[in-house]
């Protein structure tokens, strides 16, 4: 998800003709071991297929392949994103709660400051919210999206929103990520879709410190079961840190103190849109009688 996923997802989208698309895990985050050889088997069938004229059966399989990560289990489906999706609002709520309930009118900001010099071995910081337990294992599979009401002491910032799977004993596993500077905040309405917000960067608008604005902050596309238990949990910090994040989507600190104001209250609903999938087992139950 790091680095190729939204070029492979775009080109599936828009590009004519047949075409397959397989979404999985590697070993490295930022994608294939060179040579890639991972996937030579599947780049080998769809050349035999097209160039070969050799019957393999590549275009009798499904066009997307994704891995369920979570359930560690590999699935065909249709198109992507899935018909089924089931868009879901969890809104940033007070007490570090994320809810399907809206918030009410008068739940007051949280606010954290980001270190212009922080150590490379230090957390940056941020704010975390997080859900109950799930009461069943729950799959969020497609592509999600932060809508983020918040104000700044400055003209800019970065804002870098964290997914993650949050286990009963305290442990922590990425799950997916995003991330957007304030100033290129503008939206391509045409191309944006809820779920998809598209930035067009092309140029930068300053931020009116302590004006409040709405940052539609796209969240890279995953394929996840949080398992009965768990939390799912948003982190939102405006600062990489160096031990955590890959050297090559690493990005610049904002080299002043900027105070980071989140708003979730009835004016300025913060939320994530989330894709929502009933897992195989919630159909069945479902579609069982009585």
């Not at 780049?43 to 979570?70: Q, S, T």
């Not at 031990?243 to 004016?267: P, S």
């Amino acid at each position: 998800w790091a680095i190729h996923l939204p070029g492979a997802i775009e080109a599936f989208e828009k590009l004519p003709g047949p075409r397959r698309m397989v979404i999985t895990e590697t070993p490295w985050e930022g994608g294939f071991g060179r040579p890639w050889f991972e996937n030579h088997d599947l780049v080998l069938r769809w050349y035999d297929h097209w160039l070969k004229g050799m019957d393999n059966g590549v275009m009798d399989e499904a066009p997307v392949k994704i891995f369920v990560k979570g359930k560690n289990l590999w699935r065909d489906e249709q198109e992507w994103p899935l018909a089924r999706t089931q868009w879901a609002k969890l809104y940033l709520r007070q007490g570090g709660r994320l809810d399907a309930m809206p918030p009410g009118p008068h739940e007051r900001a949280d606010s954290f400051i980001n270190e212009p010099w922080q150590n490379s071995d230090t957390v940056s910081p941020c704010v975390t919210y997080a859900t109950s337990p799930m009461a069943r294992d729950t799959e969020y599979t497609g592509p999600s999206a932060l809508y983020l009401h918040a104000d700044l002491s400055g003209t800019d910032a970065n804002w870098i929103a964290l997914i993650y799977d949050l286990a009963p004993d305290g442990t922590r596993t990425l799950v997916t990520k995003g991330w957007l500077k304030a100033s290129h905040r503008e939206l391509d309405a045409e191309k944006s879709k809820p779920e998809r917000p598209y930035h067009p960067h092309t140029r930068a608008i300053p931020v009116t410190p302590g004006e409040v604005d709405e940052y539609a902050i796209e969240i890279r596309d995953t394929c996840y079961v949080f398992k009965k238990g768990h939390k799912l949990q948003l982190s939102i910090r405006g600062q990489s840190s160096p031990w955590e994040d890959f050297a090559i989507w690493f990005h610049l600190n904002i080299m002043q103190a900027v105070r980071h104001r989140v708003h979730h209250n009835q004016e300025h609903p913060s939320h994530l849109l989330l894709p929502l999938v009933e897992t195989p087992e919630q159909r069945e139950e479902i579609s069982a009688p009585g």
